[in-house]
């Protein structure tokens, strides 16, 4: 199984490097903004997993590092040396206030302070390769994928473990489910198993498409287990009762979705490895992706939640921790056509909101309030679907705004006062709907007020007699006419 992962983890990054130009032609992904941090990650460390810790940061293995790292939600990151060839993989918070993770390469179960005081302990079968850990109850449980055995870890050390029925299974990842059963993938046999640890009875369940290569796997908010499917590209759903269901449909093609985690907002977040992307899966299956701002060619492997509710996730290939916002983000803009003139009357300003997060709006009202400069007043303030408040320029709304959508228009008209100042700015202001970022809820539109264009008035002399409008050929007889009696009076004289 080591084998198998060295060459799967070679694999990723070969298929990165040549999915790279696919991915800028092909997918669906939404624009939202991701967070990367280098900062203090040793060079070539490949950050594996990921989990929050009891001391409010995140903390995550480096396989290829040999070390854990912490990293608070600012991005400071310390690590801790392990032994050569430990190989870290897996980590959890464990129920004593510590951290809990699996040492691939050593064989070994570790724990780790908040302080980064690590003791190691051994796992009684040789060479069992120990990759996923969850906690549950007061102990620590852990998917033995070379072992082929589910393994239990007291936070006193003690180690016990259990056979998986199905010889080679390749137990991967591992989660507490809703039921109160242990859920492991079987990743050699496209399985899910499930273990009872008061009776001690496995049951595995099949319904997975073959060669799926389940890995990471999660406890949904809708009751059900939710996993990745590597090799067929797709996300599973598994009921307590073993009813499984897949969802390909808006995955990138190649993507290899990876680890998975719950996310704040009912939704199931997961890693695309070779996809460069962060996907997002809805109870009802559908998907959004993500990956503006991840650095091309980075390879997200680990995910989970933090608590600063944002999603944070490891770069094995980048070499870097990374976050991403969950949660609505409304933005607000204002536009207007050309300059105003003095004195002029129905001006008017577009005013846009729209949603940039990565979720819907959670159905409370957005409330948009404009401010005008001196030297413009209010004459109308309408749009579609908005209840809008003449007097006080502000228009409400409590209808759920998609991801990536906006609302219909907002329309201000407005009077330019004989006396406004050559220059104004227009501020708009967008809140509620459960927005998560603050920084872009402010729209400022500058505007250039010019003077109203003068028509110009003929002024006519005594002297002058008007010229008849008989057209070009006219005035060409005119000027004959004009240059023959020139001539005649210079004979006479």
């Not at 060669?211 to 307590?240: C, H, Q, V, Y």
Request: hydrophobic share 40%; net charge negative; charged share 10%.
């Amino acid at each position: 199984m080591r084998q198998y992962l060295a060459a799967l983890r070679m694999r990723c990054i070969l298929a990165v490097v040549a999915f790279a130009a696919l991915s800028l032609s092909i997918g669906t992904a939404q624009a939202q903004t991701v967070t990367e941090y280098s900062s203090g990650i040793t060079a070539n460390s490949g950050p594996a997993e990921i989990a929050s810790g009891p001391d409010s940061n995140l903390w995550f293995t480096e396989y290829a590092g040999q070390r854990i790292g912490q990293i608070t939600p600012a991005g400071v990151v310390t690590e801790y040396t392990l032994s050569a060839g430990a190989f870290p993989g897996g980590i959890a918070a464990g129920p004593d206030s510590n951290l809990w993770f699996t040492e691939y390469g050593a064989n070994k179960i570790g724990r780790i302070t908040t302080a980064g005081v690590v003791t190691e302990f051994a796992v009684p079968t040789a060479s069992a390769g120990p990759y996923g850990i969850t906690a549950y109850g007061s102990d620590l449980w852990f998917a033995e994928s070379s072992g082929n055995r589910i393994g239990r870890i007291t936070t006193a050390g003690a180690v016990t473990e259990f056979a998986v029925p199905t010889a080679s299974a390749g137990p991967y990842g591992i989660t507490a489910g809703p039921d109160g059963n242990l859920w492991f993938t079987e990743s050699n046999i496209d399985r899910i198993g499930r273990f009872n640890p008061n009776t001690s009875v496995f049951t595995e369940f099949g319904g997975i498409t073959a060669g799926a290569t389940p890995l990471g796997i999660s406890a949904g908010a809708d009751g059900n287990l939710w996993f990745t499917e590597r090799s067929t590209n797709k996300i599973g759903r598994i009921t307590t009762t073993g009813a499984v269901s897949e969802f390909a449909a808006g995955i990138t093609a190649l993507a290899a979705p990876e680890g998975i985690t719950a996310g704040p907002d009912g939704s199931l977040w997961f890693t695309e490895n070779n996809g460069n992307r962060i996907g997002r899966i809805t109870p009802l299956g559908a998907v959004t992706e993500f990956s503006t701002g991840i650095t091309p060619v980075s390879s997200p492997q680990g995910i989970t939640l933090g608590p600063d509710g944002k999603i944070w996730f490891t770069e094995y290939a980048g070499n870097r921790i990374a976050k991403i916002s969950v949660g609505a983000d409304l933005t607000i803009g204002k536009t207007h056509a050309g300059n105003f003139a003095l004195g002029q009357t129905g001006a008017q300003y577009t005013i846009t909101v729209s949603n940039v997060g990565t979720s819907e709006t959670n159905g409370t009202t957005v409330s948009v309030t404009d401010t005008l400069p001196v030297g413009l007043s209010a004459t109308a303030l309408s749009g579609t679907g908005w209840a809008c408040v003449l007097g006080t320029l502000t228009c409400t709304r409590a209808d759920v705004l998609a991801a990536g959508a906006s609302y219909p228009l907002i329309t201000l008209t407005v009077d330019v006062a004989a006396n406004a100042p050559a220059s104004v700015t227009n501020t708009v202001f967008v809140s509620g709907g459960g927005d998560v970022n603050g920084a872009n809820n402010i729209g400022n539109d500058p505007t250039t007020v010019s003077s109203p264009t003068a028509t110009p008035t003929a002024t006519p002399t005594a002297s002058a007699a008007p010229i008849p409008a008989t057209g070009r050929g006219g005035l060409l007889v005119l000027l004959a006419l004009l240059a023959i009696s020139g001539f005649l009076i210079l004979r006479t004289k």
